[in-house]
């Protein structure tokens, strides 16, 4: 009874795109019921005072609690009240503010339905890498929700800390974030990623590595109302994202280039067989040199640049995107390409390391660990993104408890 009378209120919130008062919602869980009027208002004693009160209209508020701590609905204003939240209406459902609740595990890593913030501080083991891309300081907040700009230092750093502090000497942290913050009603761009650069150096005593850049040749065109909105086209179209590298010791940091080396292109190989350079010649005012022999030696592969260039979709997603459809869950609407999470672990940890992902989301962190032999540890806060990406391991083990606390 309790749990179908539970499906009956979601039922008629999901149903209605406008605020529900509680006489209206009664009316209709009745309906939908099969409850009688009658039955609806028999009043019996309740509670210590025994005051006569409707024993079915004090299970369908207790259900509306139960919405409103899982974020689905929220008060109007007006008394008893309530509305979809915009998580409502996606059906997501946020872990409540005092559980890390393990939800699934695999060979390496486990998913953890959780605050990130909460969750790390009880971690005994060392961390070789975090790896994350969290909400952007947007202004017009996506499904899972975002922090605006002027909270946003605080709120990456205190989300950040407590796997900081337990991040391996020449661990390292990588962070994916927008350049396309924009001042109030301006052209000009926000100095959030530097205030943030300048945090996690003074605050959480990071050193700040590289600024990769992250080239997606794909990304839709945009700042529309910079570049092709106004009259004066202020802007290029965007391109890329920022990817802040930072170390707690960058003398002993675990990167290696030699793990994600490009092979060498056919010229170049012919150059190394030839015995290198035969040319003398100085360059930018001798800042660049060329001598003879120059590239004679056999090496194993280029060494990638700095920048990176991945197209933001990949085959990997589009496989999450259709079974978490068929699944019936909402899709996540920010996924990382694996490509890049796979290139950045490989490049930034030996085998067997251990990667923190603090904002999970459909948990392409994860699935890059696993697939490359890492271990991992992810956290997020709401179920449904955590159902969507154990789907994508074939060896996910899900915890019974995790799916029934959920679900209630
Ligand atoms: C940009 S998305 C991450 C996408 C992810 N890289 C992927 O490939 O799917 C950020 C995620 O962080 C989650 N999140 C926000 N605040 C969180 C917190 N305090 N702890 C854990 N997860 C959080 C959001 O629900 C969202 O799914």
């Not at 208002?41 to 899982?70: D, E, F, V």
């Not at 802040?244 to 010791?249: A, G, I, Y």
Request: charged letters at 20%; one cysteine or more; proline letters at 6%.
């Amino acid at each position: 009874m309790q749990l179908s009378l539970f499906d009956h209120v979601k039922n008629v919130y999901s149903e209605t795109s406008s605020p529900l008062d509680n006489e209206t919602l009664y009316a209709r869980v009745a309906a939908r019921a099969g409850i009688t009027e009658g039955e609806l208002n028999t009043r019996s004693p309740i509670g210590k005072s025994g005051a006569p009160r409707s024993k079915l209209k004090r299970a369908i508020r207790w259900h509306q609690q139960t919405m409103k701590s899982s974020g689905w609905i929220e008060k109007t204003g007006d008394r008893g009240v309530w509305k979809l939240t915009r998580n409502g209406k996606k059906q997501l459902t946020k872990v409540s503010a005092k559980y890390s609740i393990v939800a699934f595990s695999t060979d390496l890593g486990v998913a953890i339905w959780g605050n990130c913030t909460n969750a790390f501080k009880n971690l005994n083991e060392k961390i070789s890498l975090v790896l994350t891309s969290p909400p952007y300081p947007l202004k017009q907040s996506r499904a899972y929700g975002n922090v605006n700009v002027d909270q946003y230092i605080d709120f990456i750093c205190s989300s950040l800390e407590p796997m900081i502090k337990q991040l391996k000497p020449g661990g390292s942290v990588t962070i994916n974030l927008s350049n396309d913050i924009f001042e109030h009603r301006s052209p000009a761009r926000s100095l959030y990623l530097e205030k943030l650069t300048i945090a996690l150096s003074e605050r959480l005593g990071l050193s700040l590595m590289d600024r990769l850049i992250w080239n997606c040749p794909n990304k839709p065109p945009g700042p529309v109302q910079w570049c092709s909105k106004h009259e004066h086209r202020f802007q290029l179209n965007y391109g890329y994202e920022p990817i802040l590298w930072f170390s707690n010791d960058p003398l002993k940091v675990l990167s290696n280039n030699n793990r994600v080396l490009i092979p060498h292109t056919e010229k170049h190989l012919k150059l190394i067989q030839s015995g290198g350079e035969k040319r003398s010649a100085d360059y930018s005012d001798g800042a660049h040199r060329i001598r003879p022999g120059n590239y004679s030696n056999a090496t194993p592969g280029r060494i990638p640049k700095n920048v990176i260039t991945i197209p933001n979709t990949c085959h990997s997603q589009r496989q999450y995107k259709a079974r978490a459809r068929e699944l019936n869950l909402p899709v996540h609407g920010a996924p990382m390409p694996l490509a890049l999470a796979k290139f950045l672990i490989e490049f930034l940890t030996p085998l067997g390391a251990l990667v923190a992902e603090p904002f999970g989301g459909s948990l392409t962190t994860a699935l890059a660990a696993e697939e490359l032999g890492r271990r991992w540890i992810a956290t997020e806060i709401f179920w449904e993104y955590l159902c969507g990406g154990a789907a994508r391991f074939n060896n996910a083990v899900v915890n019974p408890f995790f799916s029934t606390v959920a679900k209630m």
